[in-house]
């Protein structure tokens, strides 16, 4: 019996600021991997992401699985520049009172 060697191409791409996309979709590898991680199954999550075939969705947590070391290491750098531009976004805009900004705002009918 010979044995045959299949090469299967992981539906993944790195856009260009960087992000790992799916199956030509916008969704990303963050997603798909944090609702594996968080107890999803594969089923379940191209429930919620109907634009991921499903078999492209076992293709990931597959190499997930196989490459678990690189693919953390790249969802601690999105984390981190996920925190960053939070931060960031914490200094360039006020969020103190903006409830009552809001409230007051809508009282008045201006958008």
Do not use: W
Request: charged share 30%.
């Amino acid at each position: 019996m010979a044995v045959t060697t299949v090469r299967e191409i992981v539906p993944i791409k790195t856009n260009k600021d960087g992000v790992i996309l799916v199956s030509g979709t916008r969704v990303t590898l963050d997603t798909i991997i944090g609702a594996f991680n968080d107890g999803s199954t594969a089923e379940e999550i191209a429930y919620q992401y109907p634009s991921v075939p499903l078999a492209d969705i076992y293709s990931v947590i597959g190499y997930y699985l196989r490459q678990k070391k690189q693919v953390d290491a790249y969802l601690k750098r999105r984390e981190k520049q996920a925190r960053e531009v939070y931060l960031l976004n914490e200094k360039r805009f006020n969020t103190s009172g903006i409830r009552e900004r809001l409230l007051a705002r809508a009282k008045t009918g201006k958008k």
